[in-house]
């Protein structure tokens, strides 16, 4: 038998442009989202399921809602298996992902979801679901961006019974494809020094998780994906699906297709050592699950997906203010901090542009190597006899900010804070503990670590002039025990940690507005759109090879805003590969996002100075393109095309820049050429050199966009390791 869906027509109110609309038919339960270009839809069926609609390209106005075409179910494979719902309890023998899983008191888990009730507030939809027996409920979420078509989804569950009741799982959102065999899943890797690979696979039954176990995002596995159609996706062409979890704990993202070939994707709580006993009239709420569409490819999908963040997720005040050039003192003096040496250092970064003066690790406690100190935040008198105000004031005095580095969320057991606290870290009681970095993790979801960690960093930040904070954290978790905690209750770890490290941030924020903070975790291992609402910046690799840079740069804004992704020059050869380039290459590089200087200047040449301070001021007049601007990833720097580039243009087109790097050459002479994208066809650009300098031969010296785009520029360049920059600026 053919199951027969009943869908109401969805009464549609007129097109408003740049704005969402939010549809819910009256009476009939089917509910539209559209926005910028992109439609979500979902509705009750005549048995009461929320089932999925569509979730694709704009669907029209007065288009019939139907849901997907449904197959009978068969002994093996029944109900809940081959029509999918759009938030699944674990229940009637489902066998594709859960948006929940549960476990009631009397040991029954069986959870049944049906639709209940809904509203709609401006752009919002609420739709509440229970069970079909017993009250536990889901509320979700469905929020939809006007100017990106970014949908921003999230659950809550609330026990309405008089016993506790065990979540095993829950996701923000399950999200469904239609069917097909040809669906490819991207996603973002790595390792310390090695983040944001980009690696593709085939979605199929075979279930695909992009996970952390690790406590925190990690550098493994970032909480990113996007899924596009084989022969018909590609960086400017075809159909993208994507999304990210706004969450800085451990989490998972499962794709897969189902037994009909539909493709599944479940984010979340990660499962893994997952448990939460909701007690009764407690509700559980998860994290967003950020999620867009685009017609125009990758490269699409990323650009719609910076523009929402650069809108929505960032703080109000990193949304307000380009990133300053920083000068950072790390891979120069490591932890040889002293304050004529900083004092030195400071002189130089001021003489080649640097607008902050950040002081990284080692300025604290017995703070000479990683093995002590950590967690003592008091300045070291040995290092700073007189404090850090003398310090700051010459930074002041020479034109900059002043910025220092803190790990807030950890504890060398060689300090004082430890042999005073040795109860406050994540262990488990009578147990070895891992030790990562001579250090261990403080457990930041106690209330009493959550006050101590918030009540030093507000007397550091109100008793210095601190410009920035660098929020560092150096390891992940090994043991998750929370001392003292009932054991039914252990498990909240994986929550209130991140919850409380958010409300610290949060709350630092709030009674320091002009505070700028960047997030690191050992380079880029806690980058998600979590820490993203909290931060103005983030460290995106320990790795600054320039070359190597490329291709994490790459990989990074796939999912995240150029405008956020800090990248410095620094020594060569550099530490992470030996690989010795000059410092034009190693500048071009960095610019392509926040530009920062991490090299020690006390050994500059002259003309090394001379160079930076070209550069520096360059960047300065292409600063707003770079962090404002339409991300083109024209080449992508993959091992196979020695040639990469990637070009910015303005919100309002009237700038670009390309950025055309080599990585080795080959052969004579180098006969292709880019094809900038993204400049106004019909406007006419003038064409220079960033930091001076010729115009190769043959490039004129105006043109329309239309002719750029077509015409290309040929490549001037010629050895290894070497780059240029043109900037087009519209002629008026
Ligand atoms: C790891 C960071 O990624 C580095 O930039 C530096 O701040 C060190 N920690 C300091 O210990």
Not at 485 to 501: A, I
Request: aromatic content about 10%; glycine content about 10%.
């Amino acid at each position: 038998m053919r199951r027969a869906l009943l869908f109401g027509v969805a009464l549609l109110a007129p097109a408003l442009p740049a704005e969402a609309r939010v549809t819910a038919a009256p009476g009939a339960r089917v509910f539209r989202l559209d926005g910028n270009g992109v439609t979500y839809a979902l509705g009750v069926d005549d048995k009461g399921y929320l089932r999925p609609i569509h979730w694709g390209g704009p669907l029209a106005d007065g288009d019939p809602l139907v849901p997907p075409i449904v197959i009978e179910p068969s002994s093996f494979d029944p109900q809940p298996t081959v029509t999918a719902q759009e938030f699944p309890g674990q229940g009637e023998g489902l066998v594709t992902e859960p948006g929940v899983k549960v476990a009631f008191a009397d040991g029954n888990r069986d959870l049944v979801l049906k639709y209940r009730s809904h509203r709609v507030d401006g752009e919002t939809l609420t739709v509440e679901l229970a069970d079909i027996a017993r009250p536990l409920f889901v509320t979700l979420r469905y929020t939809m961006d006007p100017y990106t078509g970014v949908l921003a989804r999230s659950a809550t569950i609330r026990n309405g019974g008089k016993r506790p009741v065990r979540v095993d799982q829950l996701a923000a959102a399950v999200f469904t494809l239609p069917s097909g065999d040809d669906y490819r899943l991207s996603y973002l890797t790595g390792r310390h020094a090695a983040e944001w690979t980009l690696k593709e696979v085939s979605v199929t039954p075979a279930l695909t998780a992009i996970e952390s176990r690790r406590g925190l995002t990690g550098h493994g596995n970032n909480p990113w994906f996007a899924i596009g159609r084989a022969g018909r996706t590609a960086e400017e062409s075809g159909p993208v699906w994507f999304g990210a979890f706004a969450w800085s704990g451990s989490f998972r993202i499962s794709v897969a297709q189902d037994v009909v070939g539909r493709v599944r994707v479940a984010a979340g709580y990660n499962p893994y050592d997952f448990a939460w006993a909701l007690k009764p009239g407690e509700t559980l709420d998860t994290p967003v699950v950020y999620a867009g569409y685009s017609d125009h490819g990758m490269g699409g999908a990323s650009r719609s997906f910076h523009a929402f963040q650069l809108t929505h997720i960032l703080p109000d005040h990193a949304r307000g203010r380009l990133r300053p050039v920083l000068y950072n003192s790390w891979e120069a003096t490591a932890f040889d901090v002293t304050e004529a040496g900083q004092m030195a250092l400071a002189d130089k970064a001021a003489a080649i542009g640097a607008e902050r003066f950040v002081v990284d690790d080692g300025w604290f406690g017995a703070r000479d190597s990683d093995r002590a100190g950590l967690g003592d935040w008091t300045v070291n008198p040995r290092k700073f006899p007189h404090g850090l105000k003398p310090l700051i004031d010459k930074v002041k005095a020479l034109g900059m900010d002043f910025g220092l580095w803190v790990e807030p969320e950890s504890v060398n057991p060689d300090s004082d804070l430890y042999r005073q606290h040795p109860d406050w870290v994540i262990a488990f009681p009578g147990r070895p503990r891992t030790e990562a970095r001579n250090q261990l993790v403080l457990n930041l979801a106690r209330a009493d670590v959550r006050t101590h960690v918030l009540g030093w960093l507000d007397r550091l930040v109100s008793e210095n002039d601190i410009a920035f904070l660098k929020w560092d954290v150096n390891r992940r978790w090994t043991e998750p025990g929370w001392a003292g905690k009932s054991p039914g209750d252990q498990q909240r770890l994986y929550v209130d940690y991140v919850r409380n490290l958010y409300a610290v941030l949060d709350e630092l924020r709030r009674r320091h507005p002009a505070l700028e903070i960047e997030g690191c975790a050992g380079g880029g291992g806690r980058v998600d759109l979590g820490m993203m609402a909290r931060v103005d910046q983030v460290w995106t690799s320990d790795n600054t090879d320039p070359s190597d840079r490329l291709a994490i740069q790459d990989g990074f804004t796939h999912a995240y805003a150029p405008a956020v992704m800090m990248a410095w020059v620094t020594d060569s050869p550099n530490w992470a590969n030996t690989r010795v380039t000059s410092l034009d290459y190693r500048f071009l590089s960095a610019m392509q996002g926040g530009l920062g200087i991490g090299a020690n200047l006390l050994k500059w040449q002259a003309e090394d100075v001379v160079t930076a301070r070209k550069w520096v001021a360059a960047y300065k007049t292409i600063r707003s393109t770079i962090q404002r601007g339409q991300l083109y990833r024209l080449v992508s720097p993959d091992a196979s095309a020695s040639t990469s580039a990637t070009m910015y243009v303005a919100p309002d087109q009237r700038q670009a820049v390309l950025f055309q790097m080599l990585h080795s050459s080959m052969w004579r002479d180098n006969p292709g050429a880019i094809l900038p994208l993204g400049l106004a066809a019909e406007r006419r650009y003038s064409v220079r050199m960033l930091g001076g300098g010729a115009l190769p031969a043959g490039v004129p010296a105006v043109a329309s966009g239309a002719w750029w785009m077509t015409q290309g520029l040929r490549s001037p360049l010629k050895g290894d390791f070497v780059g240029a920059a043109f900037v087009f600026e519209a002629t008026p």
